[in-house]
């Protein structure tokens, strides 16, 4: 190793205004990422894997042809081209062999971390850019032993192999995601302190969490002060009464199960905040499985904390109505309040790239809400379940399921589940007792198909009437048959068209004007609307219920609201929905009494994931051996495999967060 000149190395450089270049020294950067990367791994004792990930992450810019491409591409040095051809310079293997050759089989933990830093997490076999054929390549090429024999003596290369573990009962592959987390948020904060100290400025000056309980509390308090009297905001403040309550519980995973119109999402949050302040927790992340939902929510968040606290993270945010604080924000999920759908959330776990893992870290020692917990997409239920598992046991994650029907994720035969969920409410069949606003009317033969024209003739009957159809064919077939003044709602809206038609439907119910509306599910969960009768297509039980939330919200009729469901004239799709309805068929078609009571979303959850081929359809489990066989302990993972598979909407090109309603 060359002793001299070592400052000459260089990690990155930029010109100032007035033509004066400034460096940052190679070494330099090496030791502060190191130092943040530690910082961040040690929420999860594994600093010392993430310091050394930082120490020898960028050791391949030691090689001289890097040296030429830095000075030559940044115009620092317009001779350095001569001895370089152009087109970036593979910078990333030689610190991933070096972490092989220095410490044997656990350095492939690092050199995962280190090959990755930029290109994304890959496989370690099976494709031409694989971790193995990588190191094999860079080894015949002499990358390592170029960059130690220019490199500083340091004592930088000679390190003890770090001494922590990975959670004897967590998955190896997601401790390996985490510390890749840490060491690549840590490059791009250490860079951007460098390159664009205006950027690194903005991250600072969110509220503490103390500061947002205060103005939430506020919040609540003018609200319960201006709320009437009635008997659904009495059982609201009894509700949110539990959740604050409750909050002082140990970290762990919690249910919140609460009829529609309960409250949930203020309740919700107050348990995260509460439980955030007493267990020391660094930030509460809402989970909303359709940005429909999260528009609301997020209207709702910024009218209690400000604009400029709450964070929403979703792929149709509209560029003109965020900051550059805001987007800052959104790379690594370092504000307090973040608002994000379950798209962004759990594609992240399962992520490859950087951009995608880098906020990873920043879950740790939160509270997560999952807003409407039983539109977790079933096709990835067991390892969505698997992770939510391990951040509660191994990363400080504390997880709250909200929904009024509950799905049945209780641990049974050849279903791991998850295990030690507590339930919130002191008596959940109270409430639904409680808060039992509607009557439903249900088909009296299951297999009679109703037409469109006879179910529109119905339906002029009311005034106002909410009717929910399976699909936007459905939609547009029965809405072409009802007069003109009816509105349309479907997911083809634009969001903000879609937000404007439902204040516009909201301010007419509470004026007295009658108002029909043909809507997709799109209005079944997390809007608030409240009509007198809603009529149902034949759908999931819990389908049904969230419609039927959309009845008598309020309480306010002097009877009960009227929910009657319907037998349409074609079956749901093939698939997941055409499931869905024949698993609520079959619920309802034994039911006696109420179809709405709680044990039934038990019944029709069992009934319907039994219904399906796989809750790991592309064996997401296997590729990341997230049982931890031997090939775990050989750290032989797929990860670019299972990132390009855990895709919960096909077409990731034209990808939304709203399904195709």
Not at 188 to 215: C, H, I, Q, V, W
Not at 355 to 383: G, M, T, W, Y
Request: charged letters at 25%; glycine letters at 6%; proline letters at 6%.
């Amino acid at each position: 190793m060359n002793a001299e000149n070592n400052t000459t190395y260089l990690a990155h450089v930029r010109q100032l205004p007035n033509g004066r270049w400034i460096e940052h020294f190679l070494e330099e950067h090496l030791l502060a990422v190191a130092v943040l990367a530690a910082e961040f791994a040690s929420v999860f004792n594994s600093q010392d894997w993430a310091r050394l990930s930082g120490l020898w992450h960028d050791i391949g810019k030691f090689r001289e042809k890097f040296q030429k491409y830095i000075k030559s591409v940044s115009g620092y040095d317009a001779e350095a081209h001569i001895e370089g051809a152009p087109g970036r310079v593979d910078h990333s293997t030689a610190g991933a062999i070096h972490a092989i050759e220095e410490l044997g089989p656990p350095g492939r933990i690092i050199a995962y971390l280190i090959a990755g830093h930029h290109a994304g997490l890959p496989d370690w076999n099976g494709e031409p850019a694989s971790l193995f054929q990588r190191i094999e390549d860079g080894k015949q090429k002499g990358y390592r032993q170029e960059a130690l024999q220019n490199a500083p003596t340091t004592g930088l290369f000679n390190q003890p192999c770090p001494t922590s573990s990975p959670p004897q009962d967590g998955s190896f592959a997601l401790w390996i995601r985490m510390l890749f987390s840490c060491l690549v948020d840590a490059d791009f904060l250490d860079t951007e302190a460098f390159m664009d100290e205006r950027r690194k400025d903005l991250r600072a000056g969110y509220p503490a969490l103390n500061e947002l309980l205060s103005a939430f509390d506020q919040y609540m308090n003018d609200k319960t002060a201006n709320a009437t009297d009635s008997p659904v905001n009495r059982i609201r403040t009894e509700v949110l009464r539990q959740c604050c309550e409750k909050a002082t519980l140990p970290p762990g995973l919690f249910s919140l199960t609460v009829p529609t119109g309960g409250g949930k999402t203020l309740s919700s949050t107050a348990f995260a905040l509460n439980h955030a302040m007493h267990h020391g927790k660094q930030r509460v992340i809402y989970v909303i499985p359709y940005t429909s939902i999260l528009e609301q929510t997020a209207e709702i968040f910024r009218k209690i904390f400000g604009d400029e606290n709450v964070i929403e993270h979703h792929s149709n945010l509209d560029p003109d109505k965020e900051d550059s604080r805001s987007r800052l924000a959104t790379e690594n999920w370092d504000a307090p309040i973040i608002v994000t759908t379950n798209v962004q959330f759990f594609e992240s776990l399962f992520a490859a790239r950087t951009s995608r893992c880098r906020k990873l870290h920043n879950i740790v020692n939160s509270v997560v809400v999952l807003d409407e917990a039983q539109l977790l997409p079933p096709e990835f239920l067991a390892p969505i379940l698997h992770v939510m598992q391990d951040l509660s046991q191994n990363y400080k994650v504390s997880f709250v399921l909200s929904t009024a029907t509950q799905p049945a994720f209780s641990p049974r035969p050849k279903f791991s589940g998850l295990r030690g969920v507590q339930e919130l409410m002191d008596d959940p069949d109270g409430l639904y007792a409680d808060l039992k606003r509607v009557e439903a009317e249900l088909p009296r033969d299951f297999n009679a198909p109703r037409t469109w024209e006879s179910i529109a003739e119905e339906l002029q009957q009311y005034d106002s009437v909410l009717c929910i159809v399976n699909s936007r064919t459905d939609c547009r077939a029965l809405h072409a048959l009802m007069p003109r003044d009816t509105i349309h709602l479907s997911a083809l809206m634009c969001g903000q068209h879609r937000s404007e038609v439902i204040a516009d439907i909201k301010q007419r119910l509470k004026d007295g004007i009658p108002t029909r509306v043909i809507s997709t599910q799109l209005v079944e969960a997390g809007v608030d609307i409240d009509f007198p009768v809603v009529y149902r297509a034949l759908a999931g039980l819990d389908a049904v219920a969230q419609a039927a939330g959309r009845c008598n919200r309020e309480g306010m009729l002097p009877g009960m609201g009227k929910v009657v469901v319907f037998v349409p004239p074609k079956p749901a799709v093939p698939g997941l929905l055409r499931k869905a309805q024949q698993s609520g068929q079959e619920i309802m078609r034994l039911t006696e009494g109420d179809p709405l009571t709680r044990e039934r979303f038990e019944a029709y959850f069992r009934h319907y994931y039994a219904s399906l081929n796989s809750l790991d359809e592309e064996n997401i489990i296997g590729l990341l051996d997230m049982h931890n066989r031997v090939e775990a302990r050989r750290a032989e993972f797929s990860f670019r495999t299972a990132a390009d598979k855990f895709q919960l909407i096909k077409g990731s090109s034209q990808k939304t967060e709203n399904k195709a309603r």
